[in-house]
């Protein structure tokens, strides 16, 4: 299947035009033209009538224009073969672009966001990003009904994306149905101006967030401890975040609070207060600062794990140390604080404020079963509750919950040597 990226003009021959505007160090088209190599597309075009989009190396495709017709519709080129039509406006996501190339459809299919949007979309509305065509004739006999509806003035606006979807799917005219196509709701979005880019350059050029959650009993071991070991590694002050939760909510809650404190956009890695990081801690994090990551795997876990990618909600949520997306984190918390804390259904399940854990999974596979997570090995923490107490769990255990394998295992016996001594002298 041919990949063609609409691209547009200029208004002027001076005017540079937004898909060649430069959004984390690459133009937008040329974004667009990386991810879909990645997902191993080799045919690519760009629709075009601008020769600056010779640069990219890839076939220019003049745009069809009868008369008597508004130029947006005539951005789709004519073509006889199964075609999937890009917008070269749009900022895609990596997982946005996999799943266009990735979605099989024996007709026409159309790719575009809806409401209820994710904390990470910039936009209050609904945008389009692609049309992937294997019934070219049908395609074709939709975009001249709605040439004609332009010369008949059916239409509100100049139509493009929304209008050729109504008439294929045969739906009411100026009237969008957000359930009937496939919908990409991360931070994929078109840039209508320059603005627009300062949410992307917000998104991608801030350091690897942190945030470690403690409560008042183990307070002193993220003081003394846990932080100077993050810093020494080279870990910015500014990088790290701590909840402590001096109010005793209890983890749920208090998990679920410190979610809502993140900002939109982006990911943070989450730490409990009773972990030691590993000597690689920083670098592992900072070549993983993306989607769901787990940094530690229990030994107690009894299913066998290959480790990579494997689907969420096959395995336990490893909260002692998990990198999550922002705004699903805050929507979970959102969701958790609502509708399962208090209500009686669950409330055996979260006995004591605990369960942050349990409702975390029970959120991904109510809404998100589709994400999946990367495990890391050798785990990048190691879980030292049995060294340091202060936890009500902890001392029910019957055993020390501990990595699968952690690579600097000496660091946990330097550290039962530190707090020995400590002990000592308190």
């Not at 009868?66 to 895609?92: H, L, M, R, S, W």
């Not at 404190?261 to 690689?280: E, F, K, N, Y």
């Not at 002692?320 to 979970?332: G, Y």
Request: glycine share 6%; with cysteine.
């Amino acid at each position: 299947m041919r990949y063609i990226i609409m691209a547009g003009r200029s208004l002027t021959d001076t005017e540079l035009p937004k898909h060649l505007w430069e959004v984390g160090n690459e133009t937008i088209i040329g974004r667009t033209i990386r991810l879909l190599k990645e997902c191993g597309v080799t045919d690519i075009a760009i629709s075009t009538q601008d020769k600056r989009f010779k640069r990219f190396g890839l076939p220019l495709l003049s745009h069809h224009n009868p008369p008597n017709t508004k130029y947006f519709i005539n951005a789709f080129c004519p073509t006889n073969e199964p075609v999937c039509y890009i917008f070269g406006d749009v900022v895609f996501s990596e997982s946005a672009m996999k799943k266009i190339v990735e979605t099989e459809t024996d007709s026409i299919e159309f790719f575009a966001s809806a409401p209820p949007f994710t904390q990470d979309y910039p936009k209050p509305w609904a945008e389009p990003f692609a049309f992937k065509v294997v019934d070219v004739e049908y395609f074709w006999e939709c975009v001249n009904k709605v040439r004609q509806g332009i010369i008949d003035g059916i239409w509100r606006r100049d139509p493009l994306a929304w209008e050729l979807w109504q008439v294929i799917k045969q739906t009411p005219y100026n009237k969008i149905d957000y359930t009937n196509y496939t919908v990409i709701n991360d931070y994929t979005c078109d840039v209508d101006k320059l603005e627009d880019l300062v949410y992307y350059k917000d998104m991608w050029e801030t350091d690897t967030q942190y945030m470690i959650h403690t409560c008042p009993a183990r307070k002193w071991y993220v003081d003394e401890y846990l932080i100077p070991s993050m810093l020494e590694q080279g870990i910015k002050e500014s990088q790290i975040q701590v909840f402590n939760d001096k109010e005793k909510l209890g983890n749920l809650k208090a998990c679920m609070n410190s979610y809502l404190l993140l900002p939109d956009a982006g990911g943070t890695w989450h730490l409990q207060d009773d972990v030691l990081i590993s000597r690689d801690f920083k670098q592992r994090t900072e070549e993983h600062d993306k989607g769901f990551v787990a940094g530690f795997i229990s030994q107690r876990w009894n299913k066998e794990v290959s480790f990579g990618t494997i689907l969420a909600c096959e395995m336990p949520w490893t909260f002692p140390c998990i990198r999550i997306p922002n705004n699903i984190a805050r929507d979970s918390a959102k969701w958790v604080l609502n509708d399962i804390v208090g209500n009686p259904v669950y409330a055996d399940s979260f006995k004591g404020g605990n369960g942050d854990d349990l409702a975390f999974k029970l959120f991904i596979q109510t809404y998100h079963k589709d994400k999946k997570m990367l495990v890391i090995d050798p785990c990048l923490v190691e879980h030292i509750d049995m060294l340091i107490g202060g936890s009500s769990v902890g001392s029910k255990r019957k055993e020390p919950t501990v990595a699968r394998h952690f690579a600097d295992q000496d660091l946990v016996e330097q550290l039962r040597r530190e707090l020995c001594k400590r002990k000592e002298n308190l």
